[in-house]
């Protein structure tokens, strides 16, 4: 029952699964949807269902066995991080001279083809989009349609000139998959010769029930929490960790500590000291922002009446306290603040220093 194995977003899934019973997929799609939404993983289903040599049907509908060796050798890419890790490492074992003329593609069946944006610089690059170019017209090989899935559709400019060639005439045994969750950064030119599908975000009790299948491990306040910190992805439900989630925000609660009147600075201290220069100070400084902001838009929705957003709900009654000491200029200017130590951390000011600024800055504009 592969179909039924996508969570949520069943209008989209069934109008995807007619469009298929009716072979008349298009050849350009823009699936776009927040994080974690399952684009990848609806595009790879949708791949199966292209090629699956047993072509079953639920509800009607086409579907795939998940089994056969086309729907096998397709769902070697489906943990998609680890193919891509894999990917990079055998570009970086090359000589250099090689190294060069390598893309970053996932290809584990001969005609669905996964195309990462290339790092550093995390975007797809124009020689990407050449070699789709080169065997986009040859016919099937093992399967009948051939897929091009880009898992994160955000081209250099050149790249995604010569992807409008493409779009201007592809064949009809093809399909290409633009994955996005920012559809407005797309060219409108590639827009226009696109249909779009969009995933919604699921509410959060959809989530947790979800998660109660998922992660049994979690506790129902656990799964409550997980649910709205997924903000409705499903994918990003199942990777939080609630541990060094729990972890970052107790240092963020520290960080505004001052701000709202806490006169003993060793928290903070504590906290900023901790900081580290390397990698993983690195990692703790971006969980601690992210945090921040999360625990700045609560304090939001609760000041403008809307406490059903409030994502970290376990500290609801400690939020409203917050809330009744701060102004909304006071959450502008931290929201302000909070940039400026981002940029200032881009441009390596010293971590600790850095943190403690922007603590003591907040606490002069209360
Ligand atoms: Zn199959």
């Not at 998959?177 to 969009?198: E, V």
Request: glycine share 4%; proline share 7%; net charge neutral.
């Amino acid at each position: 029952m592969p179909f039924a194995d996508f969570h949520g977003n069943d209008e989209v899934v069934r109008s995807i699964r007619e469009m298929l019973a009716r072979d008349h997929f298009p050849h350009a799609v823009i699936l776009s949807g927040p994080e974690g939404s399952g684009k990848f993983a609806l595009a790879q289903m949708i791949a199966k269902t292209m090629n699956c040599l047993r072509q079953p049907s639920t509800d009607g509908l086409p579907d795939f066995c998940g089994a056969c060796a086309n729907c096998a050798r397709i769902a070697q890419a489906d943990p998609l991080d680890d193919r891509f890790v894999e990917a990079v490492e055998a570009r970086e074992n090359l000589r250099d001279a090689d190294k060069r003329e390598t893309r970053i593609l996932v290809q584990t069946h001969p005609d669905v083809t996964i195309i990462p944006p290339d790092p550093p610089q995390m975007l797809v690059k124009v020689d990407q989009v050449r070699h789709i170019i080169r065997e986009i017209y040859y016919r099937p090989s093992e399967g009948r349609h051939r897929v091009y899935i880009f898992s994160e559709a955000n081209f250099m400019k050149e790249a995604a000139n010569s992807l409008l060639k493409i779009l201007e005439e592809p064949p009809d045994f093809a399909t290409i998959f633009l994955l996005t969750n920012n559809p407005s950064a797309l060219l409108p030119t590639i827009r226009s010769r696109c249909m779009h599908l969009r995933l919604s975000p699921l509410p959060p009790e959809a989530v947790e029930r979800y998660l109660a299948t998922a992660r049994p491990e979690l506790k129902p306040k656990e799964r409550a929490l997980v649910a709205r910190l997924s903000a409705g992805g499903l994918g990003r439900a199942r990777r939080i960790d609630l541990t060094q989630y729990l972890a970052a925000r107790q240092d963020a609660l520290a960080l505004l500590g001052p701000a709202l009147g806490e006169k003993d600075h060793s928290d903070l201290f504590r906290v900023t000291d901790s900081y580290r220069a390397g990698a993983e100070g690195k990692a703790k400084i971006e969980n601690s922002i992210r945090t921040l902001y999360a625990l700045l838009e609560d304090i939001l929705f609760i000041k403008s009446g809307t406490p059903a957003l409030v994502r970290n709900i376990d500290l609801e009654p400690q939020l409203r306290k917050m809330a009744e000491q701060v102004n909304f200029p006071w959450i502008v200017e931290a929201a302000n603040r909070l940039g400026e130590l981002e940029s200032g951390l881009r441009r390596n000011l010293l971590r600790t220093l850095a943190l403690d600024a922007f603590a003591t800055s907040l606490e002069r504009s209360t």
